[in-house]
């Protein structure tokens, strides 16, 4: 069975960087009908899409993240990360990372989501 | 980009059914057959109930369905049960190859 966890700080300090880093369990990631995604959930409200990148190497973002968001993925480890830079209280969420299929037609299995709080 | 449009809440009581709306544009819901719906409860990841706009996977009940009508996707909830009760996301592909979350819809089983 496919398991994702996300693993990173739990705290960041306003305007550094924080990072997560996604790791795929029971199946590999190098696959061309799915890409690797991130969804955040501030506490309390909805969902949000951050961005998704596929195996290749391609990478989508959300455009009201776009200038503050760096995605990688690492195929050897069966990995992918997100880097999201100058961080405010307002990114402060609960972030999932999740497979998603081509066209980010559905996400089929989620992390169980890790709490990064910006705090000084 | 602009969140899809759902009601804040609905309700209803133990073996009614209700539908969950999900307004887009042409640019995203009503251009592509590429629309999802989540359940979530609290304190849990989303869980994918509905994809390509009418598609269930494996393992989720039939009493789910969902359709389309031009802009705007729906979610059917057939037989409610107190274990549907939870927060309903939809979601849908864009023309700028992005993806985009509906604000989300509590829904309470009376």
């Known amino acids: 069975q496919l398991q994702l966890q996300e693993s990173g700080p739990g705290l960041v300090k306003p305007s550094e960087t924080l990072s997560l880093t996604c790791t795929v369990s029971?199946?590999?990631?190098?696959?061309?009908?799915?890409?690797g995604g991130w969804v955040r959930q501030p506490p309390g409200k909805g969902l949000e899409w951050v961005g998704s990148i596929f195996y290749s190497g391609a990478t989508y973002y959300n455009p009201s993240l776009k200038s503050r968001v760096t995605m990688s993925v690492d195929t050897s480890k069966n990995q992918f990360s997100l880097k999201l830079s100058s961080v405010t209280a307002a990114d402060t969420a609960v972030y999932y990372c999740a497979r998603m299929g081509t066209n980010f037609r559905l996400s089929d299995h989620w992390g169980q989501g890790a709490l990064v709080t910006v705090s000084s | 980009q602009s969140a899809l449009t759902q009601p804040a809440s609905v309700s209803g009581s133990p073996g009614q059914s209700i539908t969950i709306s999900c307004t887009g544009t042409?640019?995203?819901?009503?251009?592509?057959?590429?629309v999802s719906w989540y359940q979530q409860h609290p304190g849990t990841a989303p869980k994918l109930m509905i994809y390509?706009?009418?598609n269930r996977p494996s393992g989720v009940s039939n009493r789910f369905s969902g359709s389309k009508s031009g802009n705007t996707a729906s979610l059917t909830i057939s037989g409610l049960q107190p274990e549907d009760e939870a927060d309903y996301y939809c979601s849908s592909y864009t023309s700028s190859t992005t993806l985009v979350f509906g604000g989300g819809t509590k829904l309470t089983v009376l």
């Open positions: 029971g199946g590999s990631i190098s696959s061309s009908n799915y890409c």
């Open positions: 390509d706009v009418t």
């Open positions: 042409t640019s995203d819901v009503g251009g592509y057959n590429f």
